[in-house]
């Protein structure tokens, strides 16, 4: 039997949930509480750290009290998140309004309401990138991040006592994602690590750390002995991971009875998540070929030279800055997205919230036309489809067209004049390109606008 088979042979009550989950819990904060301990021993015997030592000696004798609290299998005694944490992410994310909130003035209520959901998710992840840049130097420290570790890791032990929460997370396609999630917080984390060390090392007149170890070795048998020990210790975790976790396969693939949500390999998810907002020949199409040919055109565009072969953040800030927003907020988490809070019919879901396959999110999608002509000139759509879409065409044709130059009058004058014309346009035009998805998602989420130019007579919509 796999671990987490029980969790899915079919809907039980809280009791008997809780009972199924108890003995996996007691496991988890056991490991956490070894992961702890190790961590103390190291600091003590190797970096001579005692204060912190204790510390983390202390944090694990809280996850060896909470591992047998846990195993009992009693709701009263299973360290779970408070309610009202849950019911604020339930509002939040899922727009599911608790009762305590009920009584709040109007006009928060509805500002909340208007701004939940995937609004709140993508601006809230954004929050904390601009959050995490800012104050990098403090959340870059080892203590600082181990901390973060163990709270992310309790806050995940405890939200499991949820039903919903555990279905989600602990579904086998999904495990390898939130496996890969905390995979790509530690290695943002040691490159950011290594960046802000060498910024200051920089400050200081010093070479980067990657200057003082260039020691080159030999292939053999240096770097085979070290990818045998890898590839030995990769095949016994897929070991070990084939016999825990049951197999994701599903019955064979009929036209009668599909999936529900139907999503695309983990991967894609951030594709289809784009689908969302923009046509199959943009989001599809034309939106991954950019980004193809953008990565391409970057060495020819660069025109700095720094930063070549070590860590750094100061030396190329603007490069660190593109390259973090658009892989992690523009694609990580759109993938996080598409894999955690997007259920049946395609509805944004809390991770507390039950898949209920007859929610129906009421979206009344307009078009810039509609908004224009109809709404705010209460006139009927002009028969001529070049005149109905005028406002589009302009709108688009002023955002390519006319911020460019302005830009690089203003914002990006520096890089004006270092690139030079051509690579300052190719820019320019891959940089708005770039940022007109989350510009379509906020304005989809908040003013349902569906398309800017819709030419559904020759499936020209953008």
């Given at each position: 039997?796999?671990?987490?088979?029980?969790?899915?042979?079919?809907?039980?009550?809280?009791?008997?949930?809780?009972?199924?989950?108890?003995?996996?819990?007691?496991?988890?904060?056991?490991?956490?509480?070894?992961?702890?301990?190790?961590?103390?021993?190291?600091?003590?015997?190797?970096?001579?750290?005692?204060?912190?030592?204790?510390v983390w000696v202390g944090v694990?004798?809280?996850?060896?009290?909470?591992?047998?609290?846990?195993?009992?299998?009693?709701?009263?005694?299973?360290?779970?998140?408070?309610?009202?944490?849950?019911?604020?992410?339930?509002?939040?994310?899922?727009?599911?309004?608790?009762?305590?909130?009920?009584?709040?003035?109007?006009?928060?209520?509805?500002?909340?309401?208007?701004?939940?959901?995937?609004?709140?998710?993508?601006?809230?992840?954004?929050?904390?990138?601009?959050?995490?840049?800012?104050?990098?130097?403090?959340?870059?420290?080892?203590?600082?991040?181990?901390?973060?570790?163990?709270?992310?890791?309790?806050?995940?032990?405890?939200?499991?006592?949820?039903?919903?929460?555990?279905?989600?997370?602990?579904?086998?396609?999904?495990?390898?994602?939130?496996s890969m999630v905390f995979l790509?917080?530690?290695?943002?984390?040691?490159?950011?690590?290594?960046?802000?060390?060498?910024?200051?090392?920089?400050?200081?007149?010093?070479?980067?750390?990657?200057?003082?170890?260039?020691?080159?070795?030999?292939?053999?048998?240096?770097?085979?002995?070290?990818?045998?020990?890898?590839?030995?210790?990769?095949?016994?975790?897929?070991?070990?991971?084939?016999?825990?976790?049951?197999?994701?396969?599903?019955?064979?693939?009929?036209?009668?009875?599909?999936?529900?949500?139907?999503?695309?390999?983990?991967?894609?998810?951030?594709?289809?998540?784009?689908?969302?907002?923009?046509?199959?020949?943009?989001?599809?199409?034309?939106?991954?070929?950019?980004?193809?040919?953008?990565?391409?055109?970057?060495?020819?565009?660069?025109?700095?030279?720094?930063?070549?072969?070590?860590?750094?953040?100061?030396?190329?800030?603007?490069?660190?800055?593109?390259?973090?927003?658009?892989?992690?907020?523009?694609?990580?988490?759109?993938?996080?997205?598409?894999?955690?809070?997007?259920?049946?019919?395609?509805?944004?879901?809390?991770?507390?919230?039950?898949?209920?396959?007859?929610?129906?999110?009421?979206?009344?999608?307009?078009?810039?036309?509609?908004?224009?002509?109809?709404?705010?000139?209460?006139?009927?759509?002009?028969?001529?489809?070049?005149?109905?879409?005028?406002?589009?065409?302009?709108?688009?044709?002023?955002?390519?067209?006319?911020?460019?130059?302005?830009?690089?009058?203003?914002?990006?004058?520096?890089?004006?004049?270092?690139?030079?014309?051509?690579?300052?346009?190719?820019?320019?035009?891959?940089?708005?390109?770039?940022?007109?998805?989350?510009?379509?998602?906020?304005?989809?989420?908040?003013?349902?606008?569906?398309?800017?130019?819709?030419?559904?007579?020759?499936?020209?919509?953008?």
């Open positions: 039997m796999t671990l987490f088979a029980p969790l899915f042979a079919a809907e039980v009550n809280l009791a008997e949930f809780l009972e199924r989950i108890s003995g996996f819990l007691g496991g988890y904060y056991v490991v956490l509480a070894v992961m702890n301990a190790a961590m103390a021993l190291y600091l003590w015997q190797k970096k001579g750290e005692t204060r912190w030592a204790l694990a004798a809280l996850f060896v009290i909470l591992s047998p609290l846990a195993a009992s299998g009693y709701q009263s005694m299973m360290p779970g998140l408070p309610q009202w944490m849950i019911d604020t992410v339930n509002w939040t994310l899922g727009r599911v309004q608790p009762a305590w909130a009920a009584d709040w003035p109007k006009p928060i209520l509805a500002i909340i309401n208007w701004g939940g959901g995937a609004t709140f998710y993508s601006v809230g992840t954004t929050a904390l990138l601009v959050i995490l840049f800012i104050f990098r130097r403090f959340f870059v420290q080892p203590m600082v991040a181990w901390a973060m570790l163990n709270l992310s890791l309790l806050g995940m032990g405890m939200a499991m006592t949820n039903p919903n929460f555990a279905a989600i997370v602990t579904k086998p396609d999904n495990v390898p994602i939130v790509l917080g530690y290695f943002t984390w040691l490159a950011a690590y290594k960046a802000v060390q060498n910024d200051e090392r920089t400050a200081r007149g010093e070479v980067p750390l990657e200057k003082l170890d260039d020691e080159k070795v030999l292939v053999w048998p240096d770097l085979v002995y070290t990818e045998l020990i890898c590839m030995i210790a990769l095949t016994a975790l897929l070991l070990v991971w084939a016999i825990v976790l049951k197999a994701p396969l599903e019955e064979p693939a009929s036209r009668v009875k599909t999936p529900n949500p139907s999503k695309a390999p983990w991967y894609f998810l951030g594709l289809q998540e784009m689908l969302v907002y923009f046509d199959p020949w943009y989001a599809g199409v034309v939106l991954p070929s950019l980004v193809i040919f953008g990565l391409m055109a970057i060495p020819y565009m660069d025109f700095n030279k720094k930063g070549n072969g070590y860590y750094t953040i100061a030396e190329r800030k603007f490069s660190y800055l593109v390259f973090q927003f658009g892989f992690l907020d523009l694609w990580v988490t759109l993938i996080v997205l598409g894999t955690f809070l997007r259920g049946p019919n395609w509805n944004i879901f809390s991770p507390f919230e039950e898949w209920d396959a007859h929610k129906v999110d009421v979206l009344n999608n307009v078009n810039l036309s509609q908004y224009f002509w109809v709404k705010w000139l209460q006139m009927p759509l002009p028969q001529n489809l070049l005149i109905r879409e005028l406002p589009g065409i302009i709108a688009v044709l002023a955002y390519l067209i006319i911020l460019p130059p302005l830009m690089a009058v203003t914002v990006f004058r520096k890089f004006f004049v270092k690139m030079g014309f051509m690579r300052y346009m190719l820019m320019a035009t891959l940089l708005l390109l770039m940022m007109s998805l989350p510009i379509k998602m906020v304005l989809r989420w908040t003013v349902n606008l569906k398309y800017i130019i819709a030419i559904p007579e020759y499936f020209l919509n953008f």
